[in-house]
């Protein structure tokens, strides 16, 4: 599931995505459409940033301060110019960081993600995502994470992200990878 390139020491997105993170997107959305769920949705500049969504996290000894949560987003840029994303951070958690998966099945951080121009970058299940540690709180379905993501060219942007149920999150996961 190696979706990702190397390129001038950034990772940059690659045009063939797996067939199980599209899935597992696409579902991810009708089931936030189908559920009465809105997804939040910003525009900045040249750049949206759409169906930004978290499953809720799983709170290790009910202390939030233990916990990570995972957000997936489509970041378009309308633009004739590339931009980067080269932060994430959020003032409900200790740290934010991208994430990409790597060739061996892990997941290990990453310095910044290419946007190029006209075309949409998907954070998704089982690829690449923003993962945030140290929440300050117990967050669940139902709430906003507040994220502000940097970004080369068009500097910070204030975003929030739907947090869905994990239950519902997980099963549909499960319904992805039996496709």
């Known amino acids: 599931m190696d ?13 063939s995505r797996p067939m199980g993170s599209r899935v597992a997107f696409s579902l991810l959305v009708l089931l936030a459409a189908c559920g009465g769920i809105k997804l939040p949705s910003t525009e900045a500049g040249s750049l949206t940033i759409r169906r ?5 996290p799983i709170i290790p000894s009910g202390k939030p301060e233990n916990a990570s949560m995972a957000v997936y ?36 951080a990453m310095m910044a993600l290419v946007v190029p121009p006209h075309d949409t970058v998907r954070l998704a299940p089982g690829g690449t995502h923003l ?22 060219n068009q500097g910070e942007v204030a975003v929030l992200s739907r947090v869905v149920s994990y239950t519902q999150f997980d099963a549909l996961r499960g319904k992805a990878d039996s496709h």
Do not use: K, Q, Y
């Open 3 to 15: 979706c990702w390139r190397a390129s001038t020491g950034r990772l940059a997105p690659s045009r």
């Open 131 to 152: 993962m945030f540690e140290g929440l300050s709180r117990v967050i669940e379905a139902g709430d906003n994470l507040p994220i502000v993501l940097r970004f080369a």
């Open 52 to 56: 930004i969504v978290s499953p809720e």
């Open 73 to 108: 987003l489509e970041l378009v840029n309308r633009g004739d110019l590339p931009d980067t994303l080269v932060g994430v951070s959020s003032a409900m958690a200790r740290s934010g960081m991208l994430h990409g998966s790597m060739s061996g099945g892990g997941m290990a």
